[in-house]
T-cell receptor, first 113, second 113 residues
């Protein structure tokens, strides 16, 4: 598996496996985090978000984990499907009005049947 | 139902010929953003409007301008497109700027000949 804070630009998994995509954020003042999925030729699509007062949040087949101590965010996808193949971006934001959403480097997830 | 709409989806222009990209939203959000995204990179924020207040990013070239005539519409004007401006241009909206999810449109793919 990936080390904390290590960003991998690509991740290849088999259909049915669980996927873990990691993201290290930089701003200690960031208190809101979002994961986006971007398929080829399309705009980013919201997957799940988490606020800094939480360390885990679950959605349908997805779980986001937040470790503020090491400024690390992860997205777990259960039972990965070919339709999950895309580029995944994490993004961070603060409660300071007017600050921009900061995108991390994307991870390309490839799911093979 | 489409919430953030971008037109056209594909735009071809000539070097130096002005071009305008369009974005509209049905979410009645206060904030509208324009991003530039080049291949294999994260979206890069160009500027955003909070209502009628324009907020330019420090490193956005003067060649890029924007207009927001009303809540629903926002335009990106590229006054003299260069070859380096070929990219995907993404429009996004959010209710507010802090701790708010941004919803993206499908993007406009700009080609400069």
């Amino acid at each position: 598996g990936e080390s904390v804070g290590l960003h991998l630009p690509t991740l290849s998994v088999q259909e049915g496996d669980n996927s873990i995509i990691n993201c290290a954020y930089s701003n200690s003042a960031s208190d809101y985090f979002i994961w986006y999925k971007q398929e080829s030729g399309k705009g980013p699509q919201f997957i799940i978000d988490i606020r800094s007062n939480m360390d885990k949040r679950q959605g349908q087949r997805v779980t986001v984990l937040l470790n503020k101590t090491v400024k690390h965010l992860s997205l777990q996808i259960a039972a990965t499907q070919p339709g999950d193949s895309a580029v995944y971006f994490c993004a961070e934001n603060t409660r300071i009005a007017g600050t921009a959403l900061i995108f991390g480097k994307g991870t390309t997830l490839s799911v093979s049947s | 139902d489409a919430m953030v709409i971008q037109n056209p989806r594909y735009q071809v222009t000539q070097f130096g010929k002005p071009v305008t990209l369009s974005c509209s939203q049905t979410l009645n959000h206060n904030v509208m953003y324009w991003y530039q995204q080049k291949s294999s990179q994260a979206p890069k924020l160009l500027f955003h409007y909070y209502d009628k207040d324009f907020n330019n990013e420090a490193d956005t070239p003067d060649n890029f301008q924007s207009r927001r005539p009303n809540t629903s519409f926002c335009f990106l004007d590229i006054r003299s497109p260069g070859l380096g401006d070929a990219a995907m241009y993404l429009c996004a909206t959010s209710r507010d700027t802090s701790q708010n999810t941004q919803y993206f449109g499908p993007g406009t793919r700009l080609t400069v000949l």
